[in-house]
């Protein structure tokens, strides 16, 4: 019997391990001064609970983001998003290739523009790098073109692609929401589907960025920026915790 070597490289989409570990610490932490206040300050249980509940959404926290890790994980509705098998489909904001990694697993022939800005500083050792390794992992480097680009200001021609998807970066961009759907609008092909995943206030968003998730817009609103940028919702629903939509270029443009 021949042993096959098991693949000992495994994907690096950039996560530090620190910062989520702190948030299992800090928790632990707050439980324990939690416990110290109960019994030593017992007129201040209030304050107590407080602290045992925050802890609890830092554990939550933890488990969401260890969890999103997993390139097992980053499991998206493909359903109806391509037009045929050799569709031309632009990664937008690609980041270290999750997405990328995740078309490819369907589409075996088509080709894939993966582009982003890759200054991120929030990523270990610089996303370009880091797209470049975990694609050669996947095996999929000959099919993937890495291009540096401003999904604000795309350097294509009008109606270039077959298909465009974005995941977890559109909903960062603050009042540039809106200029990075017209462009991609632009660049798609009329009757091309495109495919948004975005974060949206939720608990699971909570556990995982607490406050932080107040500064993300509601599905209403989405929904008034597709119709401001030319879009036909196709879809919509809910996976892993995010929201997504299947947008279509609507065939009445107007400027």
């Known amino acids: 019997m021949i042993k096959i070597k098991k693949n000992e490289e495994k994907f690096d989409f950039g996560w530090s391990h620190v910062w989520m570990n702190a948030y299992w610490i800090i928790g632990l932490s707050l439980i324990i001064i939690s416990v110290l206040i109960y019994f030593t300050f017992p007129f201040l249980e ?12 830092l554990f939550g926290g933890n488990y969401v983001w260890r969890r999103g890790m997993k390139i097992e994980y980053i499991t998206l509705p493909f359903v109806d998003l391509f037009s045929s098998d050799e569709d031309l489909i632009l990664d937008a904001c690609c980041g270290t290739g999750r997405t990328s ?14 582009l982003d800005r890759f200054d991120a500083n929030y ?29 604000t200001d795309l350097d294509f021609k009008d109606s270039h692609f077959d298909s465009i998807i974005s995941t977890y970066a559109i909903d960062h961009l603050g009042k540039n929401k809106l200029k990075a759907l017209k462009e991609i609008n632009r660049v798609l092909k009329l009757d091309g589907k495109f495919l948004l995943v975005v974060f949206v206030p939720n608990i699971i968003t909570f556990l995982a960025a607490n406050i932080l998730c107040l500064s993300f817009i509601s599905k209403k609103k989405w929904k008034r920026l597709f119709s401001l ?13 995010t929201a997504y939509f299947l947008l279509e270029k609507s065939h009445n443009q107007s400027e």
Do not use: C, P, W, Y
């Open 229 to 241: 940028s030319n879009f036909n919702l196709l879809d919509e629903g809910m996976i892993n915790g």
């Open 101 to 114: 990694i995740a078309i490819s697993k369907v589409m075996k022939k088509g080709n894939i523009i993966a």
């Open 123 to 151: 990523i270990e050792n610089g996303g370009q790098v880091l797209l470049e390794k975990n694609l050669k992992i996947a095996r999929i480097h000959d099919k993937v073109t890495i291009v540096k680009g401003d999904i």
């Open 46 to 57: 209030i304050m107590s609970f407080v602290l045992i509940l925050i802890s609890i959404n």
